[in-house]
T-cell receptor, first 111, second 113 residues
């Protein structure tokens, strides 16, 4: 199993641009999570899905952030428009039961 | 606020057992204790979890006190590759809208050669 796959691994963009992060969960997992990690705030849960349905999006910082899961094998996290304070590492994780398996993360830098 | 309290950092000599404590005094009867670790620049990695009984796997052992208010993760023979931030979290066995997953700041474990 390839594990959770995230793309791109690194993204550099300018303020105001749209950013789309992608995630392919582990096959068979019915939960998918998006996290953001910064030095200041640590690892924060943004949103999670169960069977492709968003369950809790209370961690999404503002309306500029949106997440979708059109099918069991793909999810996106979109930031539009991006701002410098969105610079962080974004992790996707998938799981079943209570265990989560994290991807390698996308390192986002917004200039 | 995090449901758990961990020391910010610990040192352990290579080859010795590393014992990482975690306090979770407000844990409810149906909440599990999970441990993850994050090696620099990588995504967090699941280690082990438990409800009441002590648990052991190929990576570590988890000791949960009888009152369930605290636990200890034990790495029996620490190596330099175990240098990481270790997170203790408390969650229900299956996530729900009422289940807040909070990783906190964890314990930064330094394995000394």
């Amino acid at each position: 199993d390839a594990g959770v796959i995230q793309s791109p691994r690194h993204e550099v963009t300018e303020m105001g641009q749209e950013v789309t992060l992608r995630c392919k969960p582990i096959s068979g997992h019915d939960y998918l999570f998006w996290y953001r990690q910064t030095m200041m705030r640590g690892l924060e849960l943004l949103i999670y899905f169960n069977n492709n349905v968003p369950i809790d999006d209370s961690g999404m910082p503002e309306d500029r952030f949106s997440a979708k899961m059109p099918n069991a094998s793909f999810s996106t996290l979109k930031i539009q428009p991006s701002e410098p304070r969105d610079s962080a590492v974004y992790f996707c994780a998938s799981g079943t039961g209570g265990t989560q398996y994290f991807g390698p993360g996308t390192r986002l830098l917004v200039l | 606020d995090a449901k758990t309290t961990q020391p910010p950092s610990m040192d352990c000599a290579e080859g010795r057992a590393a014992n990482l404590p975690c306090n979770h005094s407000t844990i409810s009867g149906n909440e599990y204790v999970y441990w993850y670790r994050q090696i620099h620049s990588q995504g967090p990695q699941y280690i082990i979890h438990g409800l009441k009984n002590n648990e052991t796997n190929e990576m570590a052992s988890l000791i949960i006190t009888e009152d369930r208010k605290s636990s200890t993760l034990i790495l029996p023979h620490a190596t330099l590759r175990d240098t990481a931030v270790y997170y203790c979290i408390v969650i229900l066995g299956a996530w729900s809208r009422d289940d807040k997953i909070i990783f906190g700041k964890g314990t930064r474990l330094h394995i000394l050669p």
